[in-house]
């Protein structure tokens, strides 16, 4: 059944489908609708929805009930994610299954409420305090705001870790053709109950591993900690427990990097030209192809839905000998092509961007993509 | 089996510190409740009292500083047949102002004991939020001058309904944390004691001054309030059935979709069978979003694709508002609009956000309230007077009977059809406002088509 929908509803759908039960959450452009929408959904008391006094209080009562085993959102936009930002680190220490969803706007500061920006893509990667990892995904569209919010609770669930899923102003709040019983989903995860037995909350066999969980108010105790811990939960000053710890941390991410990489690779052998899309600009830069191909242009496309960890596999077998440049529209400085330029060393990274609150038009990557060749033709 | 596991002596804190003898009070306090430790769930701030969590056989949570009240008012949404209680200090008092003031007015029914020792134990001995005037700490050398933050008096006066301060060697201190446990709502005592590495030593603070102290700000210990929070304010525990964590809700369960209404119906094919780009621009309060909306969702119940962008200032009854809207067979990649083949302008806020009309193709139709004035343009101008509608519609239907008129009048959309497709797809509590608007709009246009009356405004062509 097709409906028309925005990203926001569509978010707060995919949430739900994956059994989200607990919201909390503070106004904020372009964000607000989710936290009204929770607090209509959960009226009848099949979950908990709250407006806090502000973003700090928001995910805070989200990691205390996610403790509990409830399965917690919290919706800004890059003000409140400012705000998030010591809580996040928590929720990375403490082990919680979280996700928090942002709907970027123009910024910095208070920037333009009403409109929109993706700069929020590296602040969402780093945007607490340590250097340690969490996913971080983006939508493109409505239907991708629905899958990725159902996805990042699954990554949380399995990972127990914070996602962070982006969306956009005109993602947010813009109405798009959504058929969601369409949408491929994949199973839900729950996460791993602890074994019988005594049970030692952050206890794990290898460092990739993810502890297994028992809930504040279970019969088993447990203790929740965002200082530096042993296996038992308790403060600890032993080195190799410490790095025990920390290495953990870092490996469960590093070695899920494979079953997290959501992306879309549509590639012509041989072409020359590679585009590397994610967020607001991939509609444009599909619509772009589609173009181009009919004009006789050879030109790959990758999406990208995972931000972080970066799809490095799919983006160095999409960047093959062919491919001499690559174009990357997005909303901002120009913020992710510095990373894929890290990542890819050789093929020219050339950065299309665009921050004035409008959209990059399928005909300003065209122009640039036919611009590229004809300086190559010019060239030979 | 007793809820605190540590003796006093055992415990981190310097000697003399009191932080010991409230643990030690309070887990006499628990014990009396006889409820087993895994309904009760410790939450402890930062700072020396924040490492207390590891002397109790409970569920124990340790978080960041000021924002133990909530996480400790998450846990108990979720789960509200726990006892929580926090264990803060008054530095996170400070830090966590807001969460204490905001939890009391919500009246979560949490239980909070405040160690107050009026300065930062931990960090160096630096003056809090509960620092006694003329008091010297290593931030206040010459003496404390800020007003101390009068925690019970704040919490009181903003719902909470069990406020008490007590001395923490008050000899009938764990009856008054069993009392205060005991009380439904949010409860607080905050207890003042002894911090013997850096405020006693500073202020010659001791356990026959904290009774002067409280004398000579003002702050008397006891009861500060205690009556029965309303039940509205109060979780209630079998409310939340929460069946929906485990498997999910199918995206067609019906509590999903009422978030947006009822199911598209089944409207008869509209005739747009390529990209076709709409644009109305008027103000804020006419309803613009609305009333594109509407032909939008009558697109998608006739099996189309749609997008709907929309651009707005930060005001909400005031300024521009305009709304752009694509319809294709195919899916939209693209929300933004390049090439609109209908530009239908309503205020002149509206207009102005619009900007340069000189850019528009000639096949493109822009459909303007009569009393604008517009610039040059080469697309086809025609005109149209919404307000001679207010008489039979509502104010707020005007836009969409305007966006109706548009639609024919541009060629869009044949009249009966809109109409007809109306008829079929409109539901919800405007359904029968908005059909009077369509219908309205559409015969208008049928006159106006009739009567070939189109204007040609400057550059244009009729």
Redesign the interface.
Known sequence: ?????TGN?AA??GA????C??F?GYPI?PASSILS?FI??FA?????A?Q???E??AI?????????????LTASSGPGLSLYS??IG?AQM?EVPLVIVDCQRMGPATGG??ATGEGDVLFARHVTSGGYPHPVLAAT?AATAYRLT?EAFNIAERLRTPVIVLLSK?IA?????VD??AIGLSP?V?RAPAADGVYRPYAVASPEDVPAFAP????????????IHDEN???TTNRTKIGATLTHLNAKIHAAEAWLEHTEEDLEPGAPTLIVSYGLAD??A??AV?VLRARGHRVSHVTLYTLWPIAERVLLRAANAAVERVIVPELNIGLYADELRRVLRYPRIESLTRYDG??I???TIIETVEAGAHRESSLC | MLIVTAKRADMCYCPGCSHGMILEALGKAIDRLCRPSHEICIVSDIGCIGTADRYFSCHTFHGLHGRSLSYAEGIKRARPDLLVIVLIGDGGCGIGTAHLVHGARRDAGIKIVVCNNFNFGMTGGQHSATTPCDAKTTTTPCGATDHPFDICATVAANGASFVARHDVFDARLVDHLEEMLRAPGFALVDIWELCTAYFVPSNRLNRGSLAELSDRLGMPFGMIRHHLPPVSAQPVEDRRSAPIKRNGLSPNDSRVVRLTGLPAQTVPALPWNTRREITVAGSAGQRIRSALGVIGELAVSSGLHAAQQDDFPITVRKGFSVSSLIVSPDPILYTGLDHPDLVVLLSKDGTERFGDLSALAENCSVVVDNDLPIGDTPARVIPMVPSAWEKELAREAVSLAAVAFAFVVAGLIAPDLLSRAAEAGLSGPYREENLRAIRLGAAQSEIELRGCTFVAASGGQS
Do not use: H, W
């Open positions: 059944m097709r409906e028309f929908i509803q707060v759908r739900l489908r994956a059994g039960d607990f909390a452009t929408d209509r959904a009848n008391g099949e979950g908990v709250i806090t006094e502000d700090i209080a805070g009562q989200c990691i205390g009930a996610a403790m509990t085993g409830a399965k917690a010591e809580n928590l403490g409420a009403t569209d159902y005109d709040l813009t109405r798009q053709t969601l019983d839900i729950n504040i108010g279970g019969e088993r105790l447990t203790r929740f900690t965002g200082s939960g308790v403060l509609g444009a599909r619509e589609r409008g959209l038009s399928p005909q």
